[in-house]
């Protein structure tokens, strides 16, 4: 049974119904896509990593799921359908956003047993995923994000910003991948790398997004950075030089795994994918 119907059991009411329903909602499923890539990269061929992609989705979803909330982002679209918190309240939204946690570990645990992994990887699994999560990544740079509305941020500041909101998760899921695949460390050298590069391709892609497409195509409220007074690359160099940043950054992305001689064409592909992307 696929996890997002095991919640069902789990968590009675009308918890286990908005995080079913946060979990199932159409995204795009990068991160998972990362982790298997990385994975496969570094030689692992177990679909069992298929449960740690779902961990870091999970950590994801939670994080979209409260950044809509009134008190953050305050949205009604997300992926195409009403945000959580419109399609259930408020309480159940911010309650099942804290659920997913615990959730994500419980995943995390099962996939490391699934892949009979050593008791000491599921700690670095853990580890990886749930600082990338915390203070010193995804909500560290909420945070910093949420401070600098109205503010005119510098370019460093903001990528201190995309590296902890958006980055962090994006090279854990690289990370994860290696990890699970038990890689050497020349072999994590480079997944870092390539993840902390995609991970700003993706933020200053989402950048230019947000200012250049409709919230039909997007399936998420276009134009909010500047009703919101966010500092973002497109506010910072204008679209043409943001998206030569990204795709900068995105070839960056490529020549570390190149460098490091890992025969990877589906991680060439998601930097790409990454930067080129329409929604
Ligand atoms: C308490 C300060 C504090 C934070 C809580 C809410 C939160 C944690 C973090 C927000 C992180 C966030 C939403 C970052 C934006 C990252 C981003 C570009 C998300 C969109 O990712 P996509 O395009 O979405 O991969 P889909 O829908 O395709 O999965």
């Known amino acids: 049974m696929a ?14 119904q908005a995080i079913a329903y946060a979990l199932q909602s159409p995204g795009k499923r990068v991160r998972p896509a990362l982790v298997m890539a990385a994975y496969r990269a570094v030689g692992g061929v177990s679909p069992a990593i298929a449960g740690v992609a779902a961990a870091i989705e999970t950590v994801h979803t939670y994080s979209l799921v409260h950044d809509d909330l009134p008190c953050m982002d305050d949205d009604d679209l997300r992926r195409g359908r009403s945000t959580t918190h419109r399609a259930f309240d408020v309480e159940t939204a911010t309650r099942s956003g804290y659920l997913l946690v615990p959730i994500a570990a ?3 645990a099962q996939a490391s047993r699934d892949l009979v ?7 670095k699994l853990a580890i990886e995923l749930f600082q990338a999560g915390g203070a010193e990544g995804m909500v560290g740079g909420q945070w ?4 600098a509305e109205g503010r ?15 980055g962090a998760l994006m090279r854990a899921a690289c990370l994860l991948g290696g990890i699970a695949g038990e890689a050497g460390p020349t072999e994590m050298d480079a997944l870092r790398g390539y993840g ?23 399936g998420k409220t276009a134009g909010r950075d500047a009703a919101l007074e966010k500092s973002t690359y497109v506010s910072v160099m204008g ?16 020549e570390h795994i190149e460098r490091a001689g890992l025969p990877s064409s589906a991680l060439a592909a998601l930097a790409q994918y990454i930067v080129q992307r329409e929604s």
């Open 196 to 218: 902390e590069e995609v991970g700003l391709a993706f933020q200053i892609a989402d950048d230019v997004l947000d200012a250049t497409s409709t919230s039909a195509i997007l």
């Open 144 to 147: 910093l994000d949420l401070e």
């Open 239 to 254: 679209i043409a030089a943001a998206r030569r940043e990204a795709a900068a950054a995105a070839r960056r992305a490529i």
């Open 152 to 166: 005119t941020l510098s370019l460093d500041d903001l990528r201190e910003v995309h590296r902890g909101k958006t």
């Open 106 to 108: 419980m995943v995390l």
């Open 117 to 123: 992994l050593p008791p000491d990887t599921l700690g």
């Open 3 to 16: 996890w997002a119907e095991r919640i069902l059991t789990l968590v009675p009411g009308r918890n286990g």
